[in-house]
């Protein structure tokens, strides 16, 4: 419910303009992306920009140590329709279905339009006049970023967007040429390689031993044993976690085994929730990594290999160099997004085994010889998707940030 000053701010659109930058947070695991860039700019330049779930005392300690840092925190309700930034960072759909923001009438019959849903609650009005809602991300900012959550993406899914809410947006912070060239091909707007910021202290502790050897006992893995990091993707088709579980068991034996869940499948409160999952992950069969703020780098740092399936986690392996093993699933091509994305064009480059072919995979774990052409195909692959970024990205980003905000 908009308050009377919120109201009046949207029908006139006078908002008060915040000459910093904002970060837009909907979920918990978004913070491992902007935490490092964050870390490097001026406290008394960015504000964070919490969804009103945060707004709970579940999530009280969250908001607490993020202040623990200096940073202004704000909750969304705080802002939407009072306070309209200059710079404003965000991931993904937020809400609205056009760019323009309407005149005067046009905002009173869609308020009106609104009413009529809410009290009539099966009304199909919006069908027969349908609002226009300007996008979130137009609300809430002048200048727009889209940060891109990973390099898992495709063509198909860039073209399902050409002309929808990517077209709110002024820039695209990319991580490299790959993502960069279809970007700038679609959306003819300007765009920044960035590399992967949230990685920056992998490289920088890479070559530590003290350091793998202080994670290796925090997670509780036997520094005699090499170290798996399995880390799924959430797909409502599948589960490699189902699939792979009892064959992955089979390797215990020999390495520690870390399952990484994705955050959005064993968390009851999300619509993909599956329970057979949180099962499995739970039994205490292999060694269980679930914290949803769980800063990836450690993990990286202390796995010698990285059995993942789809998304973002492939490319997160690739940016760091790891021994990569793809794990295929039978349903897959049932998922449009995934069977036409870069986690497809990735298995050119990278081992991938289905799920009669566990041999293979335990051929790729125990045998040196099978990497030789392996991690030279990596290595193109690599090239390809990220260039020459390694490390110190989220700096780059940093001061891209503040030239923009300067120049505003």
Same mark, same amino acid.
């Given at each position: 419910?908009?308050?009377?000053?919120?109201?009046?701010?949207?029908?006139?659109?006078?908002?008060?303009?915040?000459?910093?930058?904002?970060?837009?947070?909907?979920?918990?695991?978004?913070?491992?992306?902007?935490?490092?860039?964050?870390?490097?700019?001026?406290?008394?330049?960015?504000?964070?920009?919490?969804?009103?779930?945060?707004?709970?005392?579940?999530?009280?300690?969250?908001?607490?140590?993020?202040?623990?840092?200096?940073?202004?925190?704000?909750?969304?309700?705080?802002?939407?329709?009072?306070?309209?930034?200059?710079?404003?960072?965000?991931?993904?759909?937020?809400?609205?279905?056009?760019?323009?923001?309407?005149?005067?009438?046009?905002?009173?019959?869609?308020?009106?339009?609104?009413?009529?849903?809410?009290?009539?609650?099966?009304?199909?009005?919006?069908?027969?006049?349908?609002?226009?809602?300007?996008?979130?991300?137009?609300?809430?900012?002048?200048?727009?970023?889209?940060?891109?959550?990973?390099?898992?993406?495709?063509?198909?899914?860039?073209?399902?967007?050409?002309?929808?809410?990517?077209?709110?947006?002024?820039?695209?912070?990319?991580?490299?040429?790959?993502?960069?060239?279809?970007?700038?091909?679609?959306?003819?707007?300007?765009?920044?390689?960035?590399?992967?910021?949230?990685?920056?202290?992998?490289?920088?502790?890479?070559?530590?031993?003290?350091?793998?050897?202080?994670?290796?006992?925090?997670?509780?893995?036997?520094?005699?044993? +090499?170290? @798996?990091?399995?880390?799924?993707?959430? $797909?409502? &088709?599948?589960? %490699?976690?189902?699939?792979? =579980?009892?064959? !992955? #068991?089979?390797?215990?034996?020999?390495?520690?085994?870390?399952?990484?869940?994705?955050?959005?499948?064993?968390?009851?409160?999300?619509?993909?929730?599956?329970?057979?999952?949180?099962?499995?992950?739970?039994?205490?069969?292999?060694?269980?990594?679930?914290?949803?703020?769980?800063?990836?780098?450690?993990?990286?740092?202390?796995?010698?290999?990285?059995?993942?399936?789809?998304?973002?986690?492939?490319?997160?392996?690739?940016?760091?160099? +790891?021994? @990569?093993?793809?794990?295929?699933?039978? $349903?897959? &091509?049932?998922? %449009?997004?995934?069977?036409? =994305?870069?986690? !497809? #064009?990735?298995?050119?480059?990278?081992?991938?085994?289905?799920?009669?072919?566990?041999?293979?995979?335990?051929?790729?774990?125990?045998?040196?010889?099978?990497?030789?052409?392996?991690?030279?195909?990596?290595?193109?692959?690599?090239?390809?998707?990220?260039?020459?970024?390694?490390?110190?990205?989220?700096?780059?980003?940093?001061?891209?940030?503040?030239?923009?905000?300067?120049?505003?």
């Amino acid at each position: 419910m908009l308050s009377v000053r919120q109201l009046s701010n949207y029908l006139f659109g006078t908002y008060n303009t915040i000459h910093k930058i904002a970060f837009f947070i909907n979920e918990e695991y978004i913070f491992d992306h902007y935490h490092n860039i964050m870390m490097k700019l001026p406290n008394d330049t960015f504000d964070i920009i919490l969804a009103n779930k945060f707004n709970s005392p579940l999530y009280q300690q969250v908001v607490d140590n993020l202040k623990d840092y200096g940073w202004n925190v704000r909750f969304l309700d705080e802002v939407m329709f009072i306070d309209k930034y200059k710079c404003l960072l965000t991931h993904l759909y937020l809400g609205g279905n056009t760019c323009e923001e309407g005149s005067i009438v046009s905002r009173i019959v869609s308020i009106l339009l609104l009413s009529i849903n809410k009290i009539l609650l099966k009304s199909k009005i919006n069908k027969i006049f349908p609002i226009k809602k300007q996008y979130m991300q137009k609300i809430l900012g002048y200048y727009n970023i889209k940060f891109m959550y990973g390099a898992d993406s495709g063509v198909e899914k860039y073209h399902e967007y050409k002309n929808d809410y990517n077209e709110a947006y002024d820039l695209f912070f990319c991580h490299g040429p790959r993502d960069s060239n279809i970007t700038k091909e679609l959306f003819h707007k300007p765009v920044f390689q960035m590399g992967y910021p949230r990685y920056d202290s992998y490289f920088k502790k890479e070559g530590d031993p003290s350091a793998k050897e202080f994670l290796l006992n925090k997670y509780s893995c036997n520094k005699n044993k +090499k170290t @798996i990091l399995w880390i799924c993707t959430v $797909n409502i &088709y599948f589960s %490699t976690i189902e699939t792979y =579980s009892s064959a !992955m #068991e089979t390797f215990l034996k020999d390495y520690n085994i870390i399952v990484r869940p994705h955050p959005l499948e064993i968390d009851p409160q999300y619509s993909r929730f599956n329970q057979k999952v949180l099962d499995i992950v739970s039994s205490g069969i292999f060694i269980l990594n679930d914290n949803a703020y769980q800063d990836m780098t450690e993990l990286y740092l202390i796995s010698d290999f990285v059995v993942c399936d789809y998304g973002g986690s492939i490319f997160s392996a690739m940016y760091m160099d +790891k021994r @990569i093993i793809l794990l295929n699933h039978k $349903n897959v &091509y049932k998922d %449009t997004v995934t069977s036409t =994305s870069t986690s !497809m #064009e990735a298995r050119e480059y990278l081992p991938s085994i289905n799920e009669d072919e566990i041999d293979k995979l335990s051929r790729y774990l125990s045998d040196e010889e099978c990497w030789i052409e392996a991690d030279k195909k990596r290595d193109v692959a690599r090239t390809y998707f990220f260039g020459d970024s390694r490390g110190d990205s989220a700096i780059g980003v940093a001061n891209y940030l503040s030239k923009i905000i300067a120049e505003k």
